[in-house]
């Protein structure tokens, strides 16, 4: 047990021990992660059986010998759906009937499920007495999906095909076609005749049918060794039950993973599957040079310092992959909530064997997907660019919540603010340093004994006065909550949670115990919607008593986190309302947590209720419908800085953008450059929060001296003025589902030399090309420019030509490198203020990038930021368009009931500023635009123009053109001489 690890799990020790470590920590502050407590594939039973499946079907270089046929007589097709019957031919002649429905969606999708038919039926028989329900879990898609997207394609046309196959052509023009091969049972689907997806192309489909256990004399025990080497190795010794770090798994309903091979040919890239730390574009996972020899794992779970570049499972799992080439992109969705493996290969063909997708070459990406239960349920989304992706993802699973305003701002944490006084204290000296911030942040040390739904009374006696300080200036406080409960007698909570039912129960079905930092915990079951209901009455304002309005939640340790369990969480045995067992639902078990959390806040406040803020640690496949996330114990190092970025843009691709990293950096004490670097690259996380552990050294902004305090003041009046443009591409992923930071492939998905960029990112669709400084020491940074626009220095205009070019930008300390892209306009709100509240009516400023045309747009999105008002027209959408030397502003929001009463309410926030960087050289004798706006009379009103010097564009400024920002209107730049003589 490391030091810092024997820190985390108890924050009350003897005080010379505390120093003694301290001490330590400081000379000491190598971290790694305990391998020996997570499994690798080879100590994980079913990932081992099926990697061994799949490694005899590579030797045999053939799908066939893939025991499983799709009996051509059992084929039902009517209305889009494909029913049929799947059999797996046993090596003793006998047949499992698997039954198998294909949707063909009316979106282009395609869902294939398999289900194995005595398991249905509950034909099994449990052992060991348990009471868990018979059937491959089959609930995954009622919490992950929404429900759209799921319409079959009544005109889909079945045909027979030639060779054994069947043939379904759908979508619009039928552009997509699925060849169904009988024997062995694949799938190949193909968009405008190219071969796209190919399911169990490699023989690799498994579903481990259920078998009596049948006890062997001791001899025969050790089979597996007398097989003949070229047949299929069952190793059979975790079938009935499996040990691992001095746990044992009870397994009674035998193997019954279920695993797959899709193969995307001609894709040279696949990215996805959050949560990792790795690179944006996934490594090859069966070694060799450069690559990982352990699959992708996803089995949410409490990593203890967690090691970077590593196919590790961590907190969160979105079974969800692209794989992207030049002109298409497609993708896969597991829907399977156990514990999963993804296996992936490159195999390279064609001229040059080394060009990796760059050319020559064709690279065929192969994976191996391996879950421990459940059904085998995946969808298949034919898209052509990653955009449709997202979008089509997104219809699946919902896309992001829009959150409320303060959501976006600047969040100030740490473990922990020791008492209501120290919250005051940090609130008031951010406002004497001028420094924005919107949240400050409890963590687990504001309970009493770990009581959540308790105040410390000794450090919090007033818990009212320090949030409604906090009130005073528009800001909010969040606490943590977590999903263990306090086995305590008279500890209200807890008691409720063991006399109704609602916690998790045993293998033996009574109540499961475990600990976690309240000591021996129980854990509230939110499967059980009745456990849901009570979780919502502990949040109204007469039970949590000392929570106002301004308060909002933390969901941390919701893997769940369970320190004295199997690899830090619950055992698989354990038992879930429905008597699903703890193995089938795990990944799910943190979202339908924060789900309950997020339902509970919203009817805090009958009759008006406001968007609530949830942060969780643990996720799942539509998390981001009610959630944010943070990628849980980094560490105050260059390296973990440097890996956040490729993780946060994983998450816009794997459809849960609003994400962040602690700031600074968990454990340990960031040097001065570090924090100022790592603000620098916060303040463009979309979740831009600063965290640290109870062991390291205070560290607000304001603690760190000049010049840095100044410099992290600068980054965070940076994020406070771009926040109408992160809110307008926050609006964007909750309609449309894109990622809110975007990668270069995502920004130029024809560009191959982007394909595998992940250090630079585009800010929604606002055109600002962002690269953070992630090296120490370092004073500039190397840019690549995809496309032909001119590119601009956000800060002095120096202009970056595009096209294919890669642009040294200079970085002193206190300068994070943006560039604008031509052709776009950005909303920004100039003025300094103490919070994002207090911005509400402020002014807007608009900066107009003008391409090589001359020519520019752009979006706003704006609202009232806090309720669900939006949702019935209280907003005001409006595009920018500059075009022939004119500005216009024009509506593309639909009306709704409530959009009247909304622009009343903005009817005097105003355009006070307008940037025109890269103007034309014509201006520098042009004094005057004109201005029309709807319902006002035309005026004129003063351009100032700065000519292009050393490098630098040439640049306008108009003030006050006195517009509203809720309304239409025109400026005319560029006045006819006849105006100008009238001067
Ligand atoms: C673990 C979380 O990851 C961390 O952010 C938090 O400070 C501690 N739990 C204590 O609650």
Redesign the pocket.
């Known amino acids: 047990m490391t030091m810092a690890r024997s820190s985390?799990r108890s924050s009350h020790w003897a005080i010379p021990y505390l120093s003694l470590v301290l001490l330590l920590f400081l000379v000491s502050p190598a971290f790694s992660v305990k391998h020996h407590d997570f499994k690798r594939c080879d100590q994980s039973g079913f990932c081992k059986r099926n990697r061994a499946l799949a490694d005899s079907f590579i030797e045999k270089g053939t799908s066939d010998g893939s025991p499983y046929q799709l009996d051509a007589a059992s084929i039902k097709f009517k209305n889009g759906l494909l029913h049929g019957s799947v059999v797996k031919t046993l090596r003793t002649g006998d047949t499992i009937k698997l039954p198998l429905t294909i949707a063909f969606l009316e979106t282009g999708n395609a869902r294939v499920t398999i289900d194995e038919e005595r398991r249905q039926k509950g034909d099994i028989e449990l052992r060991h007495g348990s009471v868990a329900r018979k059937e491959r879990y089959n609930e995954a898609g009622a919490w992950a999906l929404t429900g759209a997207g799921l319409q079959s394609q009544k005109t889909a046309q079945l045909k027979k095909g030639s060779d054994g196959t069947s043939e379904v052509s759908w979508g619009h023009n039928s552009r997509f076609e699925a060849i169904i091969r009988h024997a062995p049972f694949g799938i190949d689907f193909y968009t405008d005749g190219e071969r796209q997806v190919v399911l169990n192309g490699r023989g690799f489909l498994n579903i481990e049918h259920w078998r009596p256990k049948v006890d062997k004399p001791k001899e025969e025990e050790n089979a597996t060794e007398q097989q003949t080497p070229t047949e299929p190795i069952e190793d059979e010794s975790t079938w009935w039950e499996e040990s691992f770090g001095g746990n044992t798994d009870t397994k009674p309903k035998g193997p019954e993973s279920v695993a797959l091979d899709i193969t995307f040919p001609g894709y040279s890239h696949v990215y996805g599957l959050a949560e990792h730390a790795g690179p944006l574009s996934l490594r090859e996972t069966r070694g060799g040079e450069g690559n990982y020899d352990q699959p992708y794992r996803m089995y949410n779970s409490?990593i203890f310092e967690y090691e970077l570049d590593s196919p590790m499972t961590l907190y969160g799992s979105i079974p969800f992959m692209q794989a992207h080439k030049k002109g298409s992109s497609v993708g896969v969705f597991w829907l399977n909530a156990a514990e999963t493996w993804v296996d992936i290969t490159k195999a390279r063909h064609g001229t040059n064997p080394l060009s990796l997708g760059l050319g020559g070459g064709v690279v065929d990406t192969s994976t191996h997907w391996m879950s421990e239960s459940g059904l085998l349920d995946v969808f298949v989304i034919l898209g052509n660019s990653p955009k449709d992706l997202s979008k089509s993802y997104g219809e699946l699973t919902g896309y992001t919540q829009l959150p409320p305003t303060f959501g976006i701002a600047y969040h100030q944490c740490r473990?922990n603010y020791v008492s209501d006084q120290d919250v005051k204290d940090v609130d008031r000296k951010f406002d004497k340093y001028n420094i924005p911030y919107d949240v400050i942040w409890l963590?687990?040390e504001y309970t009493d004994d770990k009581q959540y739904f308790t105040w410390d009374p000794l450090n919090f006696p007033d818990p009212i006065s320090m949030e409604q300080q906090l009130d005073e200036s528009e800001r909010k406080l969040v606490v943590?909550i977590?999903p263990h409960i306090k086995n305590k007698a008279g500890y209200t909570v807890g008691e409720e949670l063991q006399n109704k039912g609602f916690a998790v129960k045993n293998k033996e079905n009574n109540i499961f115990e475990g600990w976690c930092?309240p000591g021996s915990s129980h854990w509230i079951d939110a499967f059980n919607p009745a456990a849901r209901a009570w979780w919502k009455s502990l949040f109204s304002f007469d039970r949590f008593k000392g929570t106002l309005q301004n308060v909002w939640l933390w969901n941390?340790?919701n893997e769940p986190s369970v320190f004295n369990g199997p690899e830090i969480t619950m055992p698989r045995d354990n038992i879930h309302h429905g008597n699903w067992e703890h193995r089938d639902v795990h990944n799910i078990n943190g979202m339908t947590f924060h789900n309950a959390t997020y339902h509970a806040l919203i009817e805090r406040k009958k009759g008006d209720p406001r968007r609530p803020f949830v942060l969780t640690?643990s996720f799942y496949a539509g998390s981001q419908r009610s959630a944010a996330m943070w990628t849980?114990?980094n560490q105050a190092s260059w390296d973990h800085l440097a890996a956040s970025i490729p993780m946060i843009l994983n998450q816009g691709v794997s459809g849960f953008p609003f994400g962040g990293a602690?700031v600074g950096g968990?454990f340990g004490n960031p040097s001065k450059e570090l924090q100022a670097r790592w603000y620098q690259a916060g303040a463009f996380y979309p979740f831009f929060r600063g965290?640290a552990?109870?062991d390291t050294r205070r560290r607000e902004p304001y603690l760190l001296g000049e010049p840095y305090t100044s410099i992290v003041t600068q980054a965070l009046r940076l994020r406070y003025a771009l926040l109408p443009a992160w809110y307008t591409a926050f609006h964007e992923a909750s309609t449309d589902g894109y990622p809110i930071l975007q990668s270069q492939y995502y920004v130029h998905p024809d560009d191959e030399k982007g394909y595998a960029i992940d250090d630079q990112f585009y800010l929604g669709s606002t055109g600002l090309l962002i690269k953070p400084v992630v090296t120490e020491g370092a004073e500039s940074v190397d840019i690549y420019l995809s496309d032909d626009e001119d590119y601009f220095d956000y800060f002095d205009y120096t202009i970056y030509p595009g096209g294919s070019r890669t642009h040294t930008v200079q970085a002193p300390l206190e300068k994070v490198p943006i560039l604008m892209q031509g052709g776009h306009i950005i909303p920004r709100k100039d003025r300094p203020r103490k919070s994002s509240g207090l911005m509400k009516w402020d002014p807007y400023t608009l900066v107009i990038v003008l391409d090589k045309k001359g020519e520019a747009t752009g979006t706003l999105y704006a609202d009232d930021g806090e309720t669900f008002d939006y949702q019935h027209g209280a907003y005001v959408h409006r595009q920018f368009t500059f075009s022939n030397n004119k500005l216009t502003s024009s509506n593309i929001g639909a009306k709704g009931p409530k959009t009247s009463a909304y622009l009343k309410t903005i009817k005097d926030v105003q355009v006070e500023k307008i940037i025109i960087v890269n103007a034309p050289s014509e201006w520098a004798n042009d004094k005057l635009v004109s201005v029309s706006a709807v319902g006002s009379s035309s005026a004129d009103t003063e351009l100032i123009y700065h000519g292009p010097a050393g490098g630098k564009a040439g640049w306008a400024l108009v003030r006050r053109p006195g517009v509203g920002i809720g309304v239409d209107w025109s400026l005319s730049f560029l006045q006819t001489s006849s105006k100008k003589s009238d001067l």
């Open positions: 985390r409490d473990w963590d687990i943590i977590d930092w941390d340790m640690r849980g114990d602690d968990f965290h552990h109870i």
